[in-house]
């Protein structure tokens, strides 16, 4: 009796689909429950890692071992290797791993004989690892799925969960490098010249070593650029015996596209440095078109709210003496001014420290968008009239009262360059594309003509008082056209909620409300009791609260919404990848890449003003164009990688791919129909 209750008892024992592990979880997927004789299966092992701790690659550096499973089938059953998507360099101390954060899918094929016995059969392997981060821990788990055979066709649909999750990592795997392209070294003194030859301008080059010993894993790559590809200058191994006759690798290149390779001995042509040093024509023309692109954006949608406000200062001191409206003009101007200095610092920074950003960054963050909102927000209830910020700050004494013109102003400045980074306007794209590839000297040369020219509207009028006589008078009506002002301001504050909306989904909405609800009782304590300290200082701790509980609702109520470039069911649009591009350029097709963000106001209103219109589709249909959308509404390296290669550091940005050419056409930040029509219509020339 005792041996039959144990016997019953083992199918509840059968091993999981997967197990948590130290610092690990790990599935095996298998999407298809129902094989069918004769034809192969996808299946995968995922590893789903705690932050900092890794697992490794085939070759998995100076340290480490890849992971392997060790399979039980029934007859007719085999599985084949576990194949490696591209690694990430992993620093630690001296040495160089190679390997995976956060995630990972290594997917394998399950083969079925076409004499394998139809059924029920269990698909059981022993999964083994290492897992490191400071240490290293080995683990281990028996994986168990249960699935059948059928004799003919499967007709069972596939478990949408592991589907989602083969489907989402499979782009991750390198291919095989085009038939177009070729990749050759010579070996040099110290170690090995690559040339990678695709056809195309490359920015940027990792390599990986499939074997052992032959690279010195942590020692620079060096990348420069050739026509048609890029050379890497790579250290070999003082463990290396003998002279190799194939570098075999996995080769990752401009826009995150990986390639396996096996790079044989020939001629590597010269190289020019990646960043060509700046010429002083070069650079005076750039910071022309900065100045000019800062005066037109001023005409950009994303500076309208600022502008509001800035016509509502001029008509107030337009009774001023000259001297004061010069001084407004110029604090504006140092607003302006400091403000891209401290974000290009950021950006320079950030860049400098390995991260792949571009202008307008900074709006990548949902935390950084709500808090936007919310300042927004609450200044618009001080212009509604809900309470008056000038009177709540003089309690905090008497002298800040005679400083506060100047500190609107500047803090104004700030404020327009804040709103104005989603947007770039005519010139402008070339310009900041231009000074983030040179000298931080150049790149700041640059960014404060660009700077000067936001302000040169204002400032003008500043420095010619007699043109304010055109302005009305100061009046009552000032104080309605205030309030008005608040309407843009709102309108602002819904368009970044609803951005933040794309990315976080209505929890993350739920927590911008929240945060409006605090700051507007906030706003109802300093309009209440104005002037008064304990108030405001009340009125401050619920702002902190409501920034606090913005901040946690957005970073930990909110999970991420899956951004799918804006592509809907039976769009004629399809998500960007460089694979995608290849894919169709190789079948002869020409190629429109749309480079946009839910927070760029230029591509919403490009993609409604010219995009999305009757002549433009039309265009698009008759010329056969593939139509692909490449979303930089969250941070995306193959993408910034892409723009970067363009000369590009932000969006909006259009590429047209004519078919047989190498480079793309980039259209303007501003479009027409025609403009875009006729590019199209330019395709039958090339």
């Keep these: 009796m005792v041996l039959v209750g144990l016997l019953s008892a083992l199918p509840g024992l059968a091993a999981s689909s997967s197990a948590d592990a130290a610092h690990l979880h790990v599935q095996l997927v298998v999407p298809e429950r129902t094989l069918s004789a004769g034809v192969p299966a996808d299946a995968g092992l995922y590893f789903k890692l705690d932050p900092g701790w890794h697992v490794y690659w085939k070759n998995a550096g100076d340290s480490g071992e890849p992971p392997k499973l060790n399979w039980t089938l029934p007859e007719g059953l085999t599985a084949s290797d576990l194949q490696f998507p591209a690694p990430k360099r992993l620093p630690l101390g001296p040495l160089m791993d190679f390997g995976y954060e956060n995630e990972v899918l290594f997917p394998l094929t399950l083969s079925v004989a076409k004499t394998a016995k139809a059924g029920p059969v269990a698909l059981h392997a022993k999964a083994i690892w290492l897992v490191c981060r400071e240490v290293c821990i080995p683990g281990k788990a028996e994986l168990e799925v249960a699935a059948s055979v059928a004799a003919g066709a499967a007709t069972a649909a596939p478990v949408a969960e592991d589907e989602a999750l083969y489907k989402r990592f499979l782009p991750n795997l390198p291919e095989a490098l085009p038939a177009s392209a070729k990749a050759v070294f010579a070996p040099d003194a110290t170690g090995f010249r690559l040339a990678v030859l695709t056809g195309q301008k490359e920015t940027s080059a990792l390599f990986f070593p499939a074997e052992k010993d032959v690279l010195d894993n942590p020692a620079p790559q060096a990348v420069s650029l ?29 826009g995150g596209r990986s390639y396996e390779i096996a790079a044989v001995p020939g001629v590597v042509p010269a190289s020019a440095p990646a960043t060509a040093p700046a010429s002083a024509s070069g650079v005076v023309k750039a910071a022309g078109l900065a100045f000019v692109g800062g005066i037109l954006l001023n005409l950009m949608p994303c500076v309208f709210p600022v502008l509001f406000l800035k016509g509502l200062a001029l008509v107030q001191a337009s009774g001023e003496e000259r001297r004061k ?19 290009v610092g950021a950006l320079l920074a950030l860049r400098a420290a390995g991260a792949t950003l571009g202008w307008g960054f900074q709006f990548q963050s949902p935390v950084f968008v709500a808090l936007m909102a919310g300042l927004l927000f609450f200044l618009g209830l001080s212009l509604a009239g809900q309470f008056e910020i000038g009177l709540s700050l003089t309690s905090a004494g008497g002298s800040l009262a005679q400083k506060q013109g100047y500190a609107g102003s500047f803090f104004t400045g700030v ?32 960014f404060t003509a660009l700077g000067l020219g936001l302000a040169a509207p204002y400032l003008v009028l500043c420095f010619q008082p007699a043109w304010t006589r055109l302005l009305p008078r100061p009046g009552a009506w000032m104080e309605v056209m205030k309030q008005a002002t608040a309407v843009p301001i709102f309108g602002t504050v819904i368009w970044l909620a609803w951005v933040l909306a794309q990315t976080r989904g209505p929890w993350g909405v739920v927590a911008l409300l929240s945060m409006f609800l605090l700051l507007g009782i906030a706003g109802w304590i300093l309009g209440r009791w104005p002037a008064k300290r304990v108030p405001t200082f009340a009125a401050g701790l619920v702002i902190v609260a409501a920034i606090a509980a913005c901040v946690y609702g957005v970073t930990t109520l909110a999970s991420p ?38 927070w760029c106001l230029s591509c919403q209103v490009n993609e409604r003003v010219a995009l999305r219109t009757d002549a433009v589709n039309a265009a698009f249909k008759q010329a056969n164009v593939a139509l692909l959308k490449a979303d930089w509404t969250e941070h995306d390296d193959a993408i910034s990688q892409v723009l970067t290669s363009f000369g590009r550091s932000g969006v909006p940005a259009y590429a047209l791919y004519a078919p047989g050419t190498g480079e793309p056409t980039l259209l303007p930040e501003v479009l027409t129909p025609g403009i875009v029509v006729d590019a199209v219509k330019g395709l039958a020339g090339k």
């Design 226 to 254: 050739i026509k048609g590809g890029i050379v890497v200058e790579l250290k070999k191994s003082p463990d290396m015996k003998a002279a190799t006759a194939t570098l075999t690798c996995v080769v990752e290149l401009s």
């Design 561 to 598: 919404v899956s951004v799918s470039a804006g592509v809907k069911d039976g769009s004629a649009w399809e998500p960007w990848s460089q694979a995608a591009v290849d894919k169709y350029r190789a079948a002869g097709r020409p190629v429109f890449v749309d480079f946009t963000a839910s």
């Design 415 to 446: 404020l327009a360059v804040i709103v104005a980074t989603p947007c770039t306007a005519p010139f402008m794209g070339a310009a900041v594309g231009y000074a983030l590839a040179q000298s931080a000297f150049v790149t700041f040369v640059i």
């Design 325 to 343: 409206m010069r001084g407004h003009g110029e604090v504006y101007a140092t607003g302006i001014v400091v403000s891209f200095w401290v974000l």
